[in-house]
């Protein structure tokens, strides 16, 4: 399941979020959360990132090198956004643009012990207000499963941004 958001349909962004989300966003901001586009913290943003994935028992898909080739080769389709409070790296999310207008958000990463302070909200809603500024229409969330179950949760979150879910195939080939 994939979560989508289709911008080219707001009329006023800010009334197309949920009130929950915008009310997040706002007590992000008030608890000091500072929000930094087209950041060069890869290095931090990647420790992070090893960090957070490996609590659930994942890694990242790409190297630190890997990715930093990519933004190299790609460096208008390759954004880092980061979150701080003072001069703490408390979150970042790393999006791709796959094609003109359609961005995908591919990695991300925050201090859980702040989940409180609304970075991964803030983080969610700092890009989604830039790309649709920029004329993006959709950004694409991501997927909400793992191994074919629906994370119900993450479904819900990526809802306050009037995202909708699309299936999207999975083919696996089996080479035994």
Known sequence: LNSVIRLDTFDDLKKAIDKSAREEVTKSARLGVEIVKNSDEWSLFYKMLESFLSDK???PTHTLEELLLLKKTFPEEIDL???????ELVGGRCNWQVQPGIWLFFYCAYKIDLQSHGILTRLYY???KDYYERGARYIDLGTSSLNMQVNEGLVANKEHFSAYGIFRDTLMLDLK
């Open 57 to 59: 028992n994942r890694r």
């Open 126 to 128: 700092e890009c989604i």
């Open 81 to 87: 956004w980061t979150a701080y409070i003072g001069d």
